[in-house]
């Protein structure tokens, strides 16, 4: 389990995530916030396949499929940013580890 702390440049909100992976490809995420605009991924915790996030441009980002109904302002709220660092950073252990 990794942990990153992030806070939106532009709310200003922390963002926690906690990553953990199941495997090689579906890693499982806990993102703490306030943000309200964050309830899609906050309320319970996501599993994305962390190679597809990394690599799909933000328009296809299944985290942005979560987020965009919901949140106002997310395209120039950094939580994506974010939550894509962490994903890249906790795969980067992950393959440090296995
Ligand atoms: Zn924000």
Redesign the pocket.
């Known amino acids: 389990m990794c942990k990153y702390d992030y806070q939106?440049k532009?709310?200003g909100?922390k963002i926690d995530v906690k990553a953990e992976y199941k495997d090689m490809q579906d890693v499982v995420l806990k993102v703490s916030s306030d943000?309200p605009?964050?309830n899609p991924v906050t309320k319970e915790p996501i599993v994305l396949d962390a190679m597809y996030e990394l690599m799909v441009p933000k328009e296809k980002s299944a985290v942005m499929q979560l987020l965009k109904d919901k949140h106002r302002?997310i395209e120039?709220?950094?939580?994506y940013e974010s939550i894509r660092d962490a994903i890249g950073l906790s795969l980067g252990r992950y393959f440090e580890i296995a």
Do not use: D, R, Y
């Open positions: 939106c532009l709310c909100f943000c605009n964050l302002h120039e709220c950094t939580a």
